[in-house]
C-alpha cells in the first residue's frame, strides 16, 4: 500500500513538471512574437530618416531660389550682357567665356571716355554704363526696361526687363549682319531664365567676385552724363 501510494505521488509531481515546462515554452514563444516587430521599427526609422533628407532638399532648393531673387537688377544685366556676348560667340563659331569680367578682382572705377591703361579689354568694358528704369535717362529705354549702353553707335547695348524669374534681352544681333551695315543689323528679342544666368556666370567664388566689381565699377547713365558734360 505504502509504495502505491508513493508511486502515485511521483505520478502526480512529474506530471506538474512537464505542465510547468510546457507554459514556460508557450510563454517563450509569445516573446518571440513581441520582438518580430524590430524590423517593422527599422522601416518607419528608415522612412522618417527618408523624409527629412527630403525636407532638407527643399530647404535648399528654396535657399537657391532666394538668392536668384537677391539679385539687383544691374547685376542681371551683367549677367544677361556675358550671356548675349556667348550666343553671338556661338553663331560666329568663336569661344565663349563663363567669365567675362576676370580681369576685375578689384574695383576699377571707369572712366568717362574708358581706362585707357593698355588693356583692351578692359577699356571697351568700361565705357559701359548702367540705366536703371528710374534713372533721369531712362527716357532713352524701352518703357519698363533697363540697359546697359556704350556710348556709341549701340551695336553693343543691351536693354532688359526682368519678369519674374525671367529676364527678356534686346540686342543686336550682329553675328548675322552679313553685308549689311552696323545701322541694319538684325535685332534680337530672347527670354532667358535668371536660374540658367546664374548658374551659367555667377556661381563659383571666382566668377561672383569679378561680377560685382565691375558693377561696382562702372558708372551709370547719369553720373556720364554729368561728368561727359562738364
Not at 76 to 85: C, N, P, R, T
Not at 127 to 137: D, F, K, L, P
Request: with cysteine; hydrophobic share 25%; charged share 20%.
Amino acid at each position: 500500500m505504502l509504495k502505491k501510494t508513493l508511486y502515485i505521488i511521483g505520478l502526480a509531481s512529474l506530471v506538474s513538471l512537464v505542465l510547468v515546462g510546457c507554459g514556460k515554452s508557450q510563454a517563450s514563444n509569445q516573446s518571440s512574437k513581441t520582438n518580430g516587430a524590430g524590423p517593422t521599427s527599422k522601416k518607419v526609422a528608415t522612412s522618417s530618416t527618408t523624409s527629412t533628407s527630403s525636407s532638407s532638399m527643399s530647404s535648399t532648393s528654396g535657399s537657391n531660389q532666394t538668392n536668384t531673387q537677391s539679385l539687383d537688377d544691374r547685376t542681371i544685366g551683367l549677367l544677361a550682357y556675358e550671356w548675349v556676348q556667348d550666343e553671338q560667340a556661338k553663331a560666329e563659331g568663336k569661344k565663349t567665356n563663363t567669365d567675362l569680367y576676370s580681369h576685375y578682382t578689384t574695383v576699377i572705377k571707369s572712366k568717362v571716355n574708358g581706362n585707357d591703361d593698355g588693356n583692351e579689354e578692359d577699356y571697351f568694358l568700361s565705357r559701359m554704363c548702367y540705366n536703371g528704369q528710374n534713372s533721369q535717362s531712362s527716357k532713352y529705354n524701352p518703357k519698363n526696361y533697363s540697359s546697359l549702353n556704350f556710348n556709341g553707335d549701340g551695336v553693343a547695348d543691351i536693354s532688359y526687363s526682368v519678369q519674374g524669374s525671367n529676364v527678356n534681352i534686346k540686342y543686336t544681333d550682329s553675328a548675322h549682319l552679313g553685308n549689311r551695315s552696323e545701322a541694319e543689323a538684325p535685332k534680337a528679342n530672347s527670354t532667358v531664365s535668371i536660374d540658367s544666368l546664374v548658374k551659367t556666370y555667377y556661381s563659383t567664388p571666382a566668377q561672383k567676385q569679378h561680377v560685382n566689381n565691375f558693377g561696382n565699377s562702372i558708372l551709370t547713365e547719369d553720373e556720364w552724363n554729368k561728368q561727359y558734360n562738364k
